[in-house]
């Protein structure tokens, strides 16, 4: 591999942290492909803000910084404009579960060529844990020290019933796994939802609750929806229960980028397309 993909910049994250996980996953299955002949310039890193948007900071390719819970937008714009690029969103559970959360639903019932990964701690890591809509059921964090008194979102369950045509799970410590799900999530046309389970060194240390209890599903037929609904709601995010890891639902559906595909005719410049294009949409 020619370049390193890792930038100089000074990595912050605490030690332990499941971040590091995510980021050497991403940075193996890029070189992956770089290797097998996908330009590294067509990569585009979209990150929100929290402590898993470093990872833009530390992946040397094409990057942008969103604002919190608004990596969606960003990256929605990206991929209509160059559908030839590999868009990939990093974002936090608070960032995309609770401030972006009618993004990540939008994205789903559009079908945006995106690969989604997000970063699922369950806290805010970087404002120095307060709960966030993955919590468990009583959490006891900085804003919460009675515990909390609300359920969690279970997000594979919702990104099913919102219409995304990839929906998996993975988690830090199993990372071959967790590479092969990322990997499938850019082989995959339409919006690859990957919700990451990872452990907050200092704010959330699951290690032990997750070692226990994930799983691979194995002979699990990833075309039918009811068996992945079955899935998903084996566990839910707070109750006791074997965590099932792996692609609950996977199907080929029309993608909502393509809808907007500027083909050129010879001689004719990008204004003018875009500008037919336009005209297209609005019926003229
Ligand atoms: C619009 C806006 N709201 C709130 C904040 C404050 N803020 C910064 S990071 C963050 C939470 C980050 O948590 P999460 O998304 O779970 O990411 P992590 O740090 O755990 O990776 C919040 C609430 C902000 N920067 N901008
Ligand atoms: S606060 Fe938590 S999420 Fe943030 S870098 Fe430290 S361990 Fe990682």
């Not at 993909?5 to 940075?27: D, M, Q, S, V, Y």
């Not at 006891?140 to 990104?159: C, D, H, Q, V």
Request: net charge neutral; proline share 5%.
């Amino acid at each position: 591999m020619s370049r390193s993909l890792i930038t100089e910049a000074r990595n912050t994250w605490c030690p332990g942290c499941g971040n590091f996980a995510i980021e050497h996953a991403l940075k193996t299955v890029i070189a992956a492909r770089i290797e097998e002949g996908f330009p590294p310039e067509k990569f585009v890193l979209v990150t929100g803000i929290g402590c898993h948007a470093k990872i833009a900071d530390y992946l040397d390719i094409n990057s942008f910084y969103a604002i919190h819970g608004r990596t969606i937008p960003v990256a929605t714009g990206i991929k209509l404009a160059n559908p030839d690029l590999c868009v990939i969103c990093c974002a936090g559970d608070g960032d995309c579960y609770a401030e972006g959360l009618d993004h990540l639903i939008f994205a789903a019932k559009r079908n945006i060529d995106l690969t989604m990964i997000v970063h699922n701690n369950r806290v805010y890591g970087l404002t120095t844990g307060q709960y966030t809509p993955t919590s468990p059921l009583h959490f006891k964090g900085r804003s919460t020290p009675g515990g909390t008194e609300e359920k969690p979102l279970n997000p594979p369950a919702l990104m099913l019933a919102s219409g995304a045509t990839m929906v998996a799970r993975a988690y830090t410590r199993k990372l071959d796994h967790l590479q092969a799900v990322i990997r499938e999530g850019m082989e995959h046309p339409g919006f690859a939802f990957i919700d990451v389970l990872q452990i907050c060194a200092s704010f959330f240390n699951m290690t032990d609750y997750y070692n226990e209890r994930v799983y691979t599903i194995k002979e699990h037929d990833s075309s039918d929806f009811w068996r992945a609904w079955q899935k998903v709601r084996e566990w839910d995010y707070s109750a006791d229960a074997p965590i099932a890891l792996g692609t609950f639902y996977k199907s080929v559906e029309p993608v909502f980028n393509d809808k907007f595909r500027i083909t050129r005719q010879p001689g004719e410049g990008r204004e003018q397309a875009v500008r037919k294009l336009l005209e297209r949409r609005i019926g003229r």
